[in-house]
């Protein structure tokens, strides 16, 4: 009898875990940090925006996460494709981008000059990306 549980118990150990394997490879995921000038953002709204053919096309977004206290974030569920990531630092946490005070950044490359020049990220379904960090944060100018 305990020879028959034990190896149910191990089948059905065996049937989760490749289960589980099925779905992480199924399932496509970005994970990062957000910081700025070394400092961890907590609550920052971190978003995926789908990459069109050109500025005039607009930027839907696909998907999106907060950074948790250490300025971590994962997204799950992520559409394949090519997508722009962005992290908006909502001070006063009403949801509108205040260009007093919030501030915005992207995953990209540090120019000579210290500015983030976007990158397309390449996504494809069941990838798992890691260290996706935005790194700095950038108040806009308000035209005052």
């Not at 149910?8 to 989760?16: D, E, K, N, R, S």
């Not at 908006?88 to 509108?96: E, K, P």
């Amino acid at each position: 009898m305990k020879k028959g549980v034990f190896a149910i118990a191990l089948i059905l150990a065996i049937v989760i875990i490749s289960c589980e394997d099925t779905v992480k490879k199924l399932t496509t995921t970005i994970s990062g940090k957000v910081t700025n000038e070394g400092a961890a953002v907590s609550g920052a709204y971190v978003i995926l925006l789908e990459a069109g053919n050109s500025v005039s096309d607009g930027l839907s977004l696909s998907n999106g996460m907060i950074t948790n206290s250490n300025g971590d974030y994962t997204m799950v569920e992520v559409s394949a494709g090519d997508h722009y990531v962005a992290a908006i630092d909502d001070v006063n946490n009403n949801i509108i981008f205040d260009m007093d005070t919030d501030r915005i950044g992207y995953y990209g490359d540090l120019d000579t000059l210290g500015f983030t020049i976007p990158r397309t990220l390449h996504i494809n379904k069941g990838d798992d990306i890691e260290d996706i960090n935005i790194t700095k944060l950038y108040y806009l100018p308000n035209g005052q």
